[in-house]
């Protein structure tokens, strides 16, 4: 059906190799082997394809699926593919209206966590007109950026750089990737919105856009999941994603990184983002990250490198010091937690004491 969800798959025995390989989605994914005769059986010129590094549908029948051209997406960027014009004219006519969420999500997970050059995969798209259906990252295009900040154009080429500069880096945990890889590809989303020409300077400012970025950045995931945990975990990396910089110019001291901590939950994860936005500005060469080095450092001294602060002061404190739950109870944990931000207290014997001034006051 046109939702892509009721139907039952039934094979057909009578179907020829070449009938078979006539539904498949590229001929480089219609090449087989007969199992008797170990022949290679290649009706679609798939081989000549693949030694070209091209990305070509097999027959009509690729419309069927729409997701097809979210494959193509992907393909393109794992295997340093290029569409064949053909391919990419029948891929403007589909669209993934009726497709479900949950294999669009599957298709841009492996742009993210496969792709060694996701930025094709993104141009592709854009090639078969497809970025209209993801609107937060169409919007990027001819997005202009300050140029002595940003040489290398606007904020859809310096996302595509910088998505291309995360796949360099990738640390091999799924997860992590993920996460890391998603921030970068959404944050600069509310330069979108946020970005004017400074008149009294006449250079192009975008202030507030991490903070904007984020209900933006949350409509683009919204398309692809329903995970509560992707949005708790992206998000704060796309508000966050310039905190770096600003708190090593400061010289921030430790309450500052603390609550960075507590805002991002992985202040390693941060650090990865903000690495990916330094590169990706080419012709600037990038030969070093000291504002990143520094805060994971500093992090790291303090035990909160890949986590918040953990609260010390907890509700059993409160009870044991006779305090009944009640209204007040989550408020004086509140303002006991950001008491320890702020380094009032490191330990439980030190906790404990504070706790016990602030009931007498």
């Not at 404190?317 to 944990?333: A, D, Q, R, T, Y």
Request: hydrophobic share 40%.
């Amino acid at each position: 059906g046109p939702k892509h969800t009721d139907f039952v798959v039934e094979g057909d025995t009578s179907m020829s190799p070449r009938e078979a390989a006539s539904r498949r989605d590229f001929t480089i994914n219609a090449i087989s082997i007969d199992p008797l005769t170990d022949e290679l059986l290649d009706p679609y010129n798939g081989v000549i394809d693949l030694k070209a590094r091209r990305l070509r549908h097999v027959s009509d029948a690729f419309s069927e699926d729409p997701l097809r051209v979210l494959r193509g997406m992907q393909f393109v960027a794992r295997f340093n593919l290029e569409a064949a014009p053909e391919t990419i004219t029948l891929c403007r006519e589909l669209s993934p209206e009726h497709l479900p969420s949950e294999r669009l999500w599957e298709e841009w997970k492996k742009l993210i966590l496969k792709g060694t050059q996701p930025s094709k995969g993104l141009l592709f798209l854009q090639a078969c007109n497809w970025l209209q259906y993801f609107p937060e990252i169409e919007a990027l295009v001819g997005c202009e950026q300050d140029p002595e900040w940003h040489p290398e154009g606007d904020v859809w080429t310096h996302t595509c750089h910088c998505l291309d500069a995360y796949a360099c880096h990738r640390i091999g945990d799924e997860w992590e990737d993920l996460i890391v890889g998603l921030a970068v590809l959404c944050h600069d989303m509310g330069k979108a919105v946020s970005s004017f020409v400074d008149e009294k300077t006449g250079r192009i400012r975008s202030p507030r856009h991490d903070v904007d970025g984020v209900p933006i950045a949350r409509a683009f995931l919204e398309r692809l999941t329903r995970q509560k945990k992707i949005f708790a975990e992206v998000l704060p990396l796309v508000e966050q994603h310039m905190r770096p910089l600003a708190l090593y110019r400061d010289g921030a001291g430790d309450a500052a990184i603390r609550r960075l901590a507590a805002r991002v939950k992985r202040v390693d994860r941060l650090t990865r983002v903000a690495f990916a936005d330094k590169l990706g500005r080419p012709p600037i060469v990038v030969d070093d990250f000291p504002e990143g080095d520094w805060l994971l450092k500093k992090a790291t001294e303090l035990a909160i490198e890949d986590s918040a602060p953990k609260p010390i002061l907890l509700g059993r404190h409160l009870v044991e010091l006779g305090i009944k739950p009640g209204p007040n109870f989550g408020k004086i944990l509140d303002r006991a937690y950001e008491a320890q931000l702020e380094g009032e207290f490191t330990d439980e014997a030190s906790a404990r004491s504070y706790l016990e001034d602030i009931i007498k006051t």
